[in-house]
T-cell receptor, first 113, second 115 residues
Framework: EAQVTQNPRYLITVTGKKLTVTCSQN?????MSWYRQDPGLGLRQIYY?????VTDKGDVPEGYKVSRKEKRNFPLILESPSPNQTSLYFC???WGVGANVLTFGAGSRLTVL | DQQVKQNSPSLSVQEGRISILNCDYT??????FLWYKKYPAEGPTFLIS?????DKNEDGRFTVFLNKSAKHLSLHIVPSQPGDSAVYFC??????????????FGQGTILTVHP
């Protein structure tokens, strides 16, 4: 089944404790992206990657890092999480140029105390 | 600055009636528009899209209308069914066929369809 898989789905952590949310897609998609969903703000893009070793900032990149060492994986790293990063996170992918339709993962709900 | 706005946080309709969800945008460079549906504990799933060269696109019970002069699009669901109850996100992108899927989303509208 073609899908985007995120882990963990739920996580409660404390301020300053580094964490990584993994994202993997099995569709050989070139493009991958991270979004966060917050009440009243919809989905906002954090980082995106157009291919292996090519990443760039989205609209709200502060406090996050990403890497794209393999085509299928695009982990989101929070080096020093803070309470304002409590959110619902979605990873998404699409096949490449002209592909405006994103396929989303099921989401990762993160709480930072 | 919210470039894509869904001003109605929620909408409640009776089963069998029409649901109309609205979306406004401010960036005149947007040339491709999409609607996504999201159920609780799931990721958003693509529903329907429209290019700026069209003013209407239909797919079964779902129709999207685009009014470029007003920078407004709407999603019509006819007839509405209880299974349509979900959060609906409007999204837009720049670059049409050359873009890489950078989507700007609205805040979402919670649709509830009552039996």
């Amino acid at each position: 089944e073609a899908q985007v898989t995120q882990n963990p789905r739920y996580l409660i952590t404390v301020t300053g404790k580094k964490l990584t949310v993994t994202c993997s897609q099995n569709m050989n998609h070139e493009y991958m992206s991270w979004y966060r969903q917050d009440p009243g703000l919809g989905l906002r893009q954090i980082y995106y990657s157009m291919n292996v070793e090519v990443t760039d900032k989205g609209d709200v990149p502060e406090g996050y890092k990403v890497s794209r060492k393999e085509k299928r994986n695009f982990p989101l790293i929070l080096e020093s999480p803070s309470p304002n990063q409590t959110s619902l996170y979605f990873c998404a992918s699409s096949w490449g140029v002209g592909a405006n339709v994103l396929t989303f993962g099921a989401g990762s709900r993160l709480t930072v105390l | 600055d919210q470039q894509v706005k869904q001003n109605s946080p929620s909408l409640s309709v009776q089963e069998g009636r029409i649901s109309i969800l609205n979306c406004d945008y401010t960036n005149s460079m947007f040339d491709y528009f999409l609607w996504y549906k999201k159920y609780p504990a799931e990721g958003p799933t693509f529903l329907i899209s429209i290019s700026s060269i069209k003013d209407k696109n239909e797919d079964g019970r779902f129709t999207v209308f685009l009014n470029k002069s007003a920078k407004h699009l709407s999603l019509h669901i006819v007839p509405s069914q209880p299974g349509d109850s979900a959060v609906y996100f409007c999204a837009a992108s720049v670059g049409g066929g050359t873009s890489y899927g950078k989507l700007t989303f609205g805040q979402g509208t919670i649709l509830t369809v009552h039996p």
